[in-house]
């Protein structure tokens, strides 16, 4: 089972910032926190990961908070074309069964004009 | 840019038949994958392969088995096809090692009759 709570499904005006949350309350020290998304008919694809830093790439930002029970992904301005499924993903940073992606069932970003 | 390509996009097949499903990547990674997505259960690890050769269970393999005889192909097989393996099957390739993001290819929506 995924490790992580994500809403439903979210709304963001064009242009704006889209925070995705993500609830991951039993990561365990070893485990970081990645973030895939999912374009309609596509392959998921990878954006970002994070341990207890955030991080930012050409991409999105990753907000962590001190305790590392929750993450917001952060697209700092949105386009229709990031109108995605979003999946917060927790695993440990090896190879093997152990650090296989668990997905869940992701937040559905809708970015309307 | 890492790139993974199925054999096809569409497929359909009839129950009973032998069905193979081809999966390439071109950036020399150690690591494959094949998942299925079904609405409303997400993506689910159905084999998984860290060499040449390997090849381990993931969380539903029944029904089917894998190839790995290259280490840049990754073939799914469908023994005996099923109406219930009407889906979208995903491929996946990456690094070994830490933070091995995976990639994934465009995915082969498969249809049973």
């Known amino acids: 089972d995924a490790k992580t709570t994500q809403p439903t499904s979210m709304d963001c005006a064009e242009g704006r910032a889209a925070n995705l949350p993500c609830n991951h309350s039993t990561i365990s020290g070893n485990e970081y926190v990645y973030w895939y998304r999912q374009i309609h008919s596509q392959g998921p694809q990878y954006i970002i990961h994070g341990l207890k830093n955030n991080e930012t790439n050409e991409m999105a930002s990753l907000i962590i908070t001190e305790d590392r029970k929750s993450s917001t992904l952060i697209l700092p301005h949105a386009t229709l074309r990031d109108t995605a499924v979003y999946y917060c993903?927790?695993?440990?940073?090896?190879?093997?069964?152990?650090?296989?992606?668990?997905f869940g069932k992701g937040t559905k970003l809708s970015v309307k004009p | 840019d890492v790139k993974v390509t199925q054999s096809s996009r569409y497929l359909v097949k009839r129950t009973g038949e032998k069905v193979f499903l081809e999966c390439v990547q071109d950036m020399d990674h150690e690591n494959m994958f094949w998942y299925r997505q079904d609405p409303g259960l997400g993506l689910r690890l159905i084999y998984f392969s860290y060499d040449v050769k390997m090849k381990e269970k993931g969380d539903i393999p029944e029904g089917y088995s894998v190839s790995r005889e290259k280490k840049e192909r990754f073939s799914l097989i469908l023994e005996s096809a099923s109406t219930n393996q009407t889906s979208m099957y995903l491929c996946a390739s990456s690094l070994g090692g830490l933070y091995n993001e995976q990639f994934f290819g465009p995915g082969t929506r498969l249809t049973v009759l």
């Open positions: 993903i927790v695993r440990v940073p090896y190879g093997g069964s152990q650090g296989n992606l668990i």
